[in-house]
C-alpha cells in the first residue's frame, strides 16, 4: 500500500470530528491493510499517531534553481513538468517512469523506478518539489527516484512543504507502510490537534530547565525548522518521560513499604557457622552483602533488593545462608531460575552447602519433581509445600502455576529476572492465612549502569559484590584476527592435550540467506550446526565434539552438559544457551566466533565462564570483520576486568536497549537512549521526588497524574 496517497488539501478537511481516542479504523483514508500494519508498530489511536516520534530526518532543505544542479549532489528544486511517460525496460523487467521538469534557468529529467502509478497522478503543467540526489547518466545529470510533492503555487512558503525543501522526518516504519503514508497522517492531526491537548509538565519545571511547551515541541519533533530545533523538542519529551518514568518507580517504593512481610529474626550463630564451615572464605563484599539482607529480613515490610555481583563472584552463596536463616525460623523460600540447567545446578549446590542442616529441600521443573534428591510425584511435592513441610523449593516458572501454594513462604530468590512485582509475589502466597508478602531477593551477573539503577531498577536497594574470590585468576582475553585463526586453532589443541576442555559459541542455529540474494554480515557469521560438522571434521577430528542449541530438547540439553561436565566432552559448540550459570571448573578456554555480534556484557558472561579451576583460563574473541568499531568495542573488554565499569561502556557504545529489556517498559526508544545522560537522569528523579513531597497525591499535578496513571496501564511489569 506504497501506492497513490490522498492530496494534502482534500485529507485534511476530514478531521473536525476527531478526538485523541478515536480508533485508527476511524481514521479516512486507513483501511483494514494499513491498520493492522499501524498495529503491529503500537499505534491504535489518533493519540498513539502523534506521539508517534521521527527517528531521524533526511534534509532537503538545500533548495537551489535548476541550473546549479550538479552530479552527486542531496538537493531541492521546483519546476513545472514539460513531458512525462513511462518505459518498460525487458531486460531489467521494470517500469521506469520518466519525467522532463523546468523552471526559467533550466531543465533535469528526473527517473522513479517501479512506480507506473505516478503517470497518473501526474500531468503535464502540474508543478512539482522535489528532492533527492542527483546521478550521472552519459553527460547528463538527473534526478534519481526524488521524493516528490506537488504544489499549486510556485511561490509556496518552503515551511508548509510536507515530504521535500526542509527536514524531512523519517519514522520508525514497518513492512508495506512508508513514512510517506506516516506524514500524510499525522501532519493534518498534528495541525488540527496540537492545541487541543494540554501540557503536563508544570510550569516552573519549564522554565528551571528551558523545556519548549508542548504545542510548539510536539510540531518541532515532527517537523522541525532546524536539527537544533528537534533536539530541543527531543530534550523536552524525554525529560517528561523521565519524570513519569521515576514518579512511577517511587511510587513502587511506596507502595512496597505499605504491605506486610514475615519479620525475620537472625540467627547470628546459625550464619556464622554457615560461613565457618564453608570450604572457602567469604569476600569483604560477599559478608556485606549477606548482612544487608539479613538485615532486611527482621523487617516487617517486604525487602525489595537486587544483588548485583559479577560473574563467578559468589552469589548462590550469599543467596543460600538467606534461605538457611529463613528456614530456621520456621518460614519457606522460593527460589527460581530461567532454564531448567540452571535450576538443577542451583539445586545441587544448594544440597551441596546446606547438608548439615537436614533443611527439606525440592525441586520443580516442567517435567521432574524432587525432594531430598529422589524422585517424587508432582502431586506429593504440592501437598508438601502447601503444608509448609517443604523449607526450600527451587524451580522454573512452573513455581508460579496455580496449583503451586505454599504454607509459609517468607522469601522469594529470583536469578537473572529483575522484574518481579507484588502481584506475582502475592500469587505464591494465595493460600497463606496472613496478608503477607514474600521478601524478594533478584540476583543478576548482568552489571547495571548507574542510571539504570536509578529508573528502571530504582525501586530495588543494591547490594555489590565486586570481589572475586581468593585466588581466581586473571582470565587472559585476546582479539583473533582472521590472519591468527589457525594459531588459535593449535593454542586449543594444546590445551585439551593437557587435560582442559573448551567452550566454542556461536550467534546462530543454523546457517541462513538472506531473502534477496544480497549478501550481510549475520549471513556469514558462524552457524552452531556449521561450525559443529567443522570442527568435528576439519580442525580437530582427534577430539569428542558436542553441540548444544536452544531448540533442543531439554532432556538431550541436560545429556550433553552432564558429558561435558563429567569431562566425556572436549569441546562444547553452543549458542549463547550457555551464557548464564554454567559451572564446569575444567573448562579454560572461551572461544567466541562473531565475537562482534554480541553486546560487551554479553561477551563478559561468557568470558566468566571459564577461569572457575585452578588452571590458568583463557578468551578468545573470532572475528572475521576488522573495523575501528569492532576493535573499540572488543579492546574495552581486554582492558575492563570488571564488569561495571564494562557496563558503563557498553551504554555508552550500545545504548541501554539491550541492557534492560526495554520491550517490557513501554518506554520510547529515544528516552531509553537518553538514560546514557546521567545529568538529566539524576534531574528528574529528583524533580519527581520533590512532587512527591510536596504533594503526594499529586493534586496540584492532575495532568501529571493522569500521564503516570497512563504509563502504569501501558507497561507490562506484573
Given at each position: ?153 510556485i511561490n509556496l512558503n518552503h515551511s508548509d512543504l510536507t515530504h521535500t525543501g526542509r527536514l524531512v522526518p523519517v519514522y520508525p516504519g514497518t513492512e508495506g507502510l512508508s513514512s510517506r503514508w506516516l506524514r500524510f497522517l499525522i501532519k493534518p492531526i498534528l495541525m488540527r490537534m ?10 516552573e519545571l519549564k522554565t528551571k530547565y528551558k523545556l519548549l511547551d508542548f504545542k510548539t515541541a510536539i510540531w518541532q519533533i515532527h517537523f522541525p525548522d532546524s536539527l537544533k530545533e528537534a533536539e530541543t523538542a527531543k530534550k523536552r519529551f524525554v525529560f517528561e518521560e523521565l519524570i ?194 514474600p521478601h524478594l531477593l533478584s540476583m543478576t551477573a548482568t552489571p547495571i549502569p548507574r542510571t539504570l539503577t536509578l529508573t528502571i531498577y530504582g525501586d530495588l536497594d543494591l547490594s555489590l559484590i565486586k570481589e572475586l574470590p581468593k585466588g581466581r585468576k586473571k582470565i587472559i582475553t ?241
Amino acid at each position: 500500500m506504497q501506492g497513490r496517497e490522498p492530496c494534502d488539501c482534500r485529507f485534511e478537511s476530514y478531521w473536525g470530528h476527531m478526538q485523541l481516542s478515536t480508533p485508527i479504523e476511524e481514521i479516512p483514508r486507513v483501511g483494514p491493510q494499513i491498520q493492522k500494519k499501524l498495529r503491529r508498530l503500537g499505534i491504535k489511536t489518533v493519540k498513539d499517531l502523534i506521539f508517534h516520534f521521527p527517528h531521524r530526518y533526511e534534509d532537503f532543505s538545500n533548495i537551489i534553481p535548476i541550473s546549479e544542479i550538479q552530479q552527486n549532489q542531496t538537493v531541492s528544486t521546483k519546476g513545472k513538468i514539460l513531458d512525462i511517460k513511462n518505459i518498460r525496460t525487458f531486460r531489467k523487467r521494470m517500469t521506469l517512469t520518466q519525467a522532463l521538469i523546468g523552471d526559467e534557468t533550466g531543465q533535469i529529467q528526473v527517473m522513479w523506478f517501479n512506480q507506473p502509478y505516478l503517470i497518473n497522478t501526474f500531468k503535464k503543467g502540474d508543478f512539482l518539489f522535489l528532492s533527492g540526489k542527483t546521478n550521472k547518466k552519459g553527460s547528463k545529470t538527473y534526478l534519481s527516484s526524488p521524493a516528490y510533492e506537488r504544489i499549486s503555487d510556485i511561490n509556496l512558503n518552503h515551511s508548509d512543504l510536507t515530504h521535500t525543501g526542509r527536514l524531512v522526518p523519517v519514522y520508525p516504519g514497518t513492512e508495506g507502510l512508508s513514512s510517506r503514508w506516516l506524514r500524510f497522517l499525522i501532519k493534518p492531526i498534528l495541525m488540527r490537534m496540537r492545541n487541543e491537548i494540554k501540557d503536563a509538565l508544570p510550569k516552573e519545571l519549564k522554565t528551571k530547565y528551558k523545556l519548549l511547551d508542548f504545542k510548539t515541541a510536539i510540531w518541532q519533533i515532527h517537523f522541525p525548522d532546524s536539527l537544533k530545533e528537534a533536539e530541543t523538542a527531543k530534550k523536552r519529551f524525554v525529560f517528561e518521560e523521565l519524570i513519569i518514568l521515576s514518579l512511577f518507580i517511587l511510587n513502587e517504593r511506596l507502595k512496597m513499604r505499605q504491605e506486610k512481610a514475615f519479620a525475620i529474626p537472625i540467627d547470628l550463630k546459625l550464619v556464622q557457622e554457615f560461613a565457618k564451615n564453608l570450604p572457602f572464605q567469604l569476600t569483604d563484599d560477599q559478608r556485606k552483602a549477606s548482612w544487608q539482607i539479613l538485615k532486611d529480613l527482621e523487617k516487617p515490610r517486604p525487602m525489595n533488593r537486587l544483588l548485583e555481583g559479577d560473574v563467578g563472584s559468589g552469589k548462590t552463596v550469599v543467596s543460600a545462608m538467606a534461605a538457611l536463616n529463613t528456614a530456621k525460623a520456621g518460614f519457606q523460600t522460593v527460589f527460581m531460575a530461567p532454564t531448567e540447567i540452571l535450576v538443577k545446578q542451583h539445586y545441587h549446590t544448594f544440597n551441596i552447602a546446606l547438608k548439615k542442616y537436614r533443611l527439606k529441600i525440592g525441586l520443580i521443573t516442567g517435567k521432574e519433581n524432587r525432594l531430598q534428591n529422589k524422585k517424587v510425584k508432582r502431586k506429593d511435592i504440592l501437598e508438601k509445600a502447601s503444608k509448609g513441610k517443604i523449607d526450600i523449593l527451587i524451580g522454573t516458572h512452573a513455581l508460579i502455576q496455580k496449583e503451586v501454594k505454599f504454607g509459609k513462604l517468607a522469601l522469594v530468590i529470583i536469578d537473572e529476572q529483575h522484574r518481579f512485582g507484588i502481584d506475582q509475589r502475592a500469587k505464591l502466597c494465595q493460600n497463606q492465612q496472613t496478608k503477607t508478602i514474600p521478601h524478594l531477593l533478584s540476583m543478576t551477573a548482568t552489571p547495571i549502569p548507574r542510571t539504570l539503577t536509578l529508573t528502571i531498577y530504582g525501586d530495588l536497594d543494591l547490594s555489590l559484590i565486586k570481589e572475586l574470590p581468593k585466588g581466581r585468576k586473571k582470565i587472559i582475553t585476546e582479539i583473533v584476527p582472521p590472519l591468527a585463526r589457525k594459531k588459535a586453532y593449535d593454542f586449543i589443541r594444546e590445551q585439551i592435550k593437557k587435560g582442559r576442555q573448551v567452550f566454542v559459541i556461536c550467534p546462530r542455529i543454523e546457517p541462513t540467506k538472506s531473502e534477496n540474494g544480497k549478501a550481510t554480515n549475520w549471513d556469514e557469521v558462524k552457524a552452531v550446526k556449521e561450525e559443529y560438522e567443522k570442527l568435528k571434521k576439519e580442525i580437530f577430528p582427534e577430539f569428542k565434539i558436542a553441540m548444544l542449541h536452544g531448540k533442543m530438547k531439554n532432556e538431550e540439553k541436560e545429556r550433553i552438559m552432564k558429558k561435558f561436565k563429567n569431562g566425556k566432552t572436549d569441546i562444547l559448540v553452543s549458542t549463547s544457551v550457555i551464557e548464564v550459570g554454567i559451572d564446569i571448573p575444567n573448562a579454560s578456554v572461551m572461544a567466541i566466533e562473531g565475537a562482534d555480534k554480541f553486546g560487551l556484557a554479553q561477551l563478559h558472561q561468557f568470558r566468566g565462564r571459564v577461569g572457575r579451576g585452578k588452571e590458568q583460563s583463557f578468551c578468545l574473541f573470532l572475528t572475521d570483520f576488522q573495523s575501528q568499531t569492532v576493535n573499540r568495542r572488543l579492546k574495552a573488554l581486554i582492558k575492563c576486568e570488571n564488569g561495571f565499569d564494562l557496563a558503563e561502556k557498553d551504554l555508552v557504545i550500545r545504548g541501554p536497549g539491550d541492557l534492560s529489556g526495554q520491550r517490557q517498559w513501554g518506554v520510547p526508544d529515544m528516552t531509553m537512549a537518553a538514560l546514557k545522560n546521567i545529568e538529566m537522569v539524576e534531574e528528574a528523579r529528583n524533580e519527581a521526588k520533590a512532587i512527591l513531597q510536596n504533594d503526594p497525591e499529586m493534586k496540584k499535578n492532575p495532568l501529571l497524574r493522569t500521564k503516570l496513571e497512563e504509563f502504569q496501564r501501558r507497561i507490562h511489569l506484573e
